[in-house]
């Protein structure tokens, strides 16, 4: 099978260690992975503040890139549910405004074939053990985009669970949101910082030296709330988890 690693930008510019387990991790399950050097923003962040219709060109381009591949595979919650929930929306509305079908009919060819890493891994290849290992004490937190958005339910804890050396504990709370939300941290800074902290005391009271998550932007506002409170604790993409084996395993 041959199909599309879509990175994203947060991964692109500050987590690239992502993007390449993602590559050794479906290489060793037999896929062949390409990454199209043409790729760009998907839009989200315009979407998401307001400027809709300029996001149109940058989801018509998604479509010209990857629209030959059979799959297109991406570890961010976040960004698939923007082409699997918003894209239709940005067609239909398009339509609705009296600008015909023509954007609707381009995103129609990427929407269905793109998923979030472990839906990929789940429902498409059918596994749950990858031959990971990683020992390691380990919370899980499911983020709004995965869980709400993508629904992807117990596909992340059902690969972790699989993975040896891993001791999967239970987050408090953790269908709270982690207080993100792209320019939300920005626009609203002291809820966003109060929820991170929030997030944070809850997985530290689990015990656990992981947190991870199958988007980095969560992970990063985690990650820094974690610095800022000293606990400890490292947040790692749920990508690295499985990628490590016991020839070469990740940190």
Known sequence: MRVALFLTCVND???????????????R???????????????QAHYNTGYRREAEPLARHFSDVFGEYEAIVTPSGSCGAMVREL?????????????GNTLATALAS???KTYELTEFLVDVLGVTDVGAYYPHRVT???????????GLGERPRRLLQAVKG???????????????????????SDVSAAMGADKVRNAESTGAEVLCAADNSCLMHIGGTMTRLRTGMRPVHIAEILASTEEEPAL
């Open 13 to 27: 510019t500050l987590y690239p260690d992502t993007g390449r387990a993602v590559v050794n991790l479906l290489t």
């Open 29 to 43: 399950l037999g896929v062949e992975v390409d990454f199209p050097m043409a790729q760009t923003c998907c839009g």
């Open 87 to 99: 894209y239709p929306r940005m067609g239909s509305r398009a339509r609705a405004e009296g600008r």
């Open 110 to 112: 990427v929407v269905p």
């Open 140 to 150: 899980y937190h499911p983020t709004c985009h995965g869980l709400r958005g993508l």
């Open 166 to 188: 891993l001791e999967l504990v239970e987050l408090p709370g953790a269908d709270e949101c982690c207080g993100f939300g792209g320019t939300f941290a920005l626009k609203n």
